[in-house]
């Protein structure tokens, strides 16, 4: 299909002087005569048929049109500017920009990122997220890390690499548990569940494996996104399906435990995504390779909370020894 294109370079420089709300500013800018900019607009406003720039005492100001039009010519211009970075020849920086899952970025990769700063103290890692509801791939970035996704020609131009599986179980708040025990799976019908619409069917594959597939809760609270559902459950809210090695860090420090870690079943499978034909910088390298050392790593056993211990931090809170 032919596309009906308008001159580029004009394009280029009515985006800057839309945005910079001046034809001399866009001209110093870019280093041309006023008049040359002048030209460019004409032109592109021949090729357009519209109006772009009118006088307004001693300046021209874009119109409504205009202003509009320039914000998707320079959405445009970003999507042109990270595919020639993605898909160009690294320039020689020390710098591995990273885009990974918002739940595995906050939870996993940040704890552990200060073992990479201590290997390699040279390598400035940039690191941006994208929701599980939009694993699309925006912006520039060296690597991706996505939860696996069907097979799709979106992915073909990447290089795939497994990364970890989860293990799967519930997870709630000691407070919770100190208020409302859970000794028994019957017990967690008492509860309310937190679920997220990122992952369903978690509840029901748990409580299947867990040969309790008709138990049901107080009450359902369903979130968007799997670390709003996680941070609902930190505080309280109810119980959650949780992940190993995603919470480690949760479950070492306390904030959150699991009352039948014997009863597991199989989360999301994450991946490395690199663009296959980006040249692969030393930062690069040395980071794919730390981070699936770091995935590797031996998972912390994960044993029941102590019954006792949470009837004794009911007490003490309720005595006010203790906050």
Same mark, same amino acid.
């Given at each position: 299909?032919?596309?009906?294109?308008?001159?580029?370079?004009?394009? &280029?420089?009515?985006?800057?002087a839309?945005?910079?709300?001046? @034809?001399?500013?866009?001209?110093?800018?870019l280093?041309?005569?006023?008049?040359?900019?002048?030209?460019?607009?004409?032109?592109?406003e021949?090729? @357009?048929?519209?109006?772009?720039f009118?006088r307004?005492?001693?300046?021209?100001?874009?119109?409504?049109?205009a202003?509009?039009?320039?914000?998707?010519?320079?959405a445009?211009?970003?999507?042109? =500017?990270?595919?020639?970075?993605?898909?160009?020849?690294?320039?020689?920086?020390?710098?591995? &920009?990273v885009?990974?899952? +918002?739940? /595995?970025?906050?939870? $996993?990769?940040?704890?552990?990122?200060?073992?990479?700063?201590?290997?390699?103290?040279?390598?400035?890692?940039?690191? +941006?997220?994208?929701?599980s509801?939009?694993?699309?791939?925006? =912006?520039?970035?060296?690597?991706?890390? &996505?939860?696996?996704?069907?097979?799709r020609?979106?992915?073909?131009?990447?290089?795939?690499?497994?990364?970890? +599986?989860?293990?799967?179980?519930?997870?709630?708040?000691?407070?919770? /548990?100190? +208020?409302?025990?859970?000794?028994?799976?019957?017990?967690?019908?008492?509860?309310?569940?937190?679920?997220?619409?990122? &992952?369903?069917g978690?509840?029901?594959?748990?409580?299947?494996?867990?040969?309790?597939?008709?138990?049901?809760?107080?009450?359902?609270?369903?979130?968007?996104?799997y670390?709003?559902?996680?941070?609902?459950?930190?505080?309280?809210?109810?119980?959650?399906?949780?992940?190993t090695?995603?919470?480690?860090r949760?479950?070492?420090?306390?904030?959150?435990?699991?009352?039948?870690?014997?009863?597991?079943?199989?989360?999301?499978?994450?991946?490395?995504?690199?663009?296959?034909?980006?040249?692969? *910088?030393?930062? @690069?390298?040395?980071?794919?390779? $730390?981070?699936?050392?770091a995935?590797?790593?031996?998972?912390?056993?994960i044993?029941?909370?102590?019954?006792?211990s949470? *009837?004794?931090?009911?007490?003490?809170?309720r005595?006010?020894?203790?906050?």
């Amino acid at each position: 299909m032919s596309r009906q294109l308008p001159p580029l370079h004009a394009l &280029r420089i009515f985006e800057t002087a839309a945005r910079a709300e001046s @034809l001399s500013a866009a001209a110093q800018e870019l280093s041309i005569t006023h008049g040359a900019v002048s030209r460019q607009i004409a032109l592109l406003e021949d090729w @357009l048929g519209q109006t772009l720039f009118v006088r307004q005492g001693q300046r021209n100001v874009a119109t409504d049109h205009a202003r509009a039009f320039a914000a998707e010519i320079s959405a445009a211009f970003d999507l042109i =500017g990270d595919a020639a970075l993605r898909f160009g020849k690294a320039p020689q920086t020390r710098v591995v &920009r990273v885009n990974a899952q +918002t739940t /595995l970025a906050m939870h $996993w990769l940040m704890a552990r990122l200060p073992g990479f700063h201590a290997a390699h103290p040279d390598v400035q890692v940039v690191v +941006t997220t994208s929701s599980s509801a939009d694993p699309a791939f925006r =912006g520039g970035f060296d690597v991706a890390i &996505r939860r696996d996704p069907p097979p799709r020609p979106a992915w073909e131009p990447y290089d795939k690499q497994t990364l970890f +599986t989860e293990r799967a179980s519930v997870v709630a708040a000691p407070s919770l /548990l100190a +208020t409302l025990p859970v000794r028994r799976l019957r017990d967690i019908a008492k509860h309310t569940f937190v679920a997220t619409q990122t &992952r369903v069917g978690d509840w029901e594959t748990w409580l299947a494996a867990a040969g309790v597939s008709a138990l049901r809760p107080v009450r359902f609270h369903r979130f968007d996104h799997y670390h709003v559902s996680l941070q609902a459950v930190v505080d309280g809210l109810g119980l959650g399906i949780g992940c190993t090695p995603t919470l480690d860090r949760e479950l070492a420090a306390g904030r959150l435990v699991m009352p039948f870690p014997e009863i597991q079943t199989d989360g999301a499978t994450y991946v490395t995504l690199v663009p296959r034909d980006a040249d692969k *910088s030393k930062p @690069l390298r040395d980071f794919l390779t $730390w981070v699936h050392e770091a995935a590797q790593e031996p998972r912390s056993k994960i044993t029941r909370p102590d019954a006792r211990s949470t *009837s004794r931090a009911t007490r003490r809170t309720r005595d006010g020894s203790a906050a």
